[in-house]
């Protein structure tokens, strides 16, 4: 089994992680997800080295199936931080501005409930982050490996003008 394809496995795991953190409503869990996307970076760089012509089409459909967990990921977390934002503006109510006028002592001993709910909204933003840091990754990966190949098949990787487009708008600015 290729390194990509361990990732894919290890996505959907996450996958199904980040699905029971969001029911429990647990930090700890997202945090440990956070953990392990940032290392997900440095494994697809470690394993793109190891792409050869031969392996290169194989692996970037790993790759498409790891961005499509990726996007159920990204979907999944979006509905989570739409929860936790609806759930923090039930629980604090009228006193939302009070709540965020108060420094991070008394918001956490005052409203230990909306505190945690606005503790989590940031982690699950964290965790959008770097799912869409990762799937950009991923997208330039495949796009290297895909002109790796072509170029390896036909002009070694020369452009052609006529390959080139460009063009100016009613403004006269480039498109």
């Known amino acids: 089994m290729n390194h990509i394809q361990n990732m894919s496995m290890r996505l959907n795991q996450l996958s199904g992680q980040l699905t029971t953190a969001a029911q429990n409503g647990g930090m700890n869990e997202v945090g440990m997800i956070a953990s392990q996307l940032s290392q997900f970076q440095a494994e697809l760089q470690s394993a793109q080295a190891g792409v050869t012509p031969e392996t290169s089409s194989a692996v970037r459909q790993e790759l498409v199936n790891c961005r499509m967990v990726l996007h159920g990921m990204m979907n999944a977390v979006q509905d989570i931080r739409t929860a936790i934002a609806e759930q923090y503006r039930q629980v604090l109510g009228e006193n939302k501005t009070a709540f965020e006028q108060m420094d991070e002592t008394t918001q956490q001993s005052e409203y230990a409930e909306a505190y945690r709910h606005r503790q989590l ?31 390896g098949d036909s002009l070694n990787g020369a452009v052609t003008i006529e390959g080139l487009t460009s063009g100016t708008d009613d403004n006269g600015s480039l498109m």
């Open 121 to 151: 909204f940031q982690q699950m933003d964290q965790v959008s982050q770097q799912l869409h840091q990762l799937d950009g990754t991923m997208l330039d990966a495949g796009y290297q490996m895909e002109r790796g190949q072509v170029a």
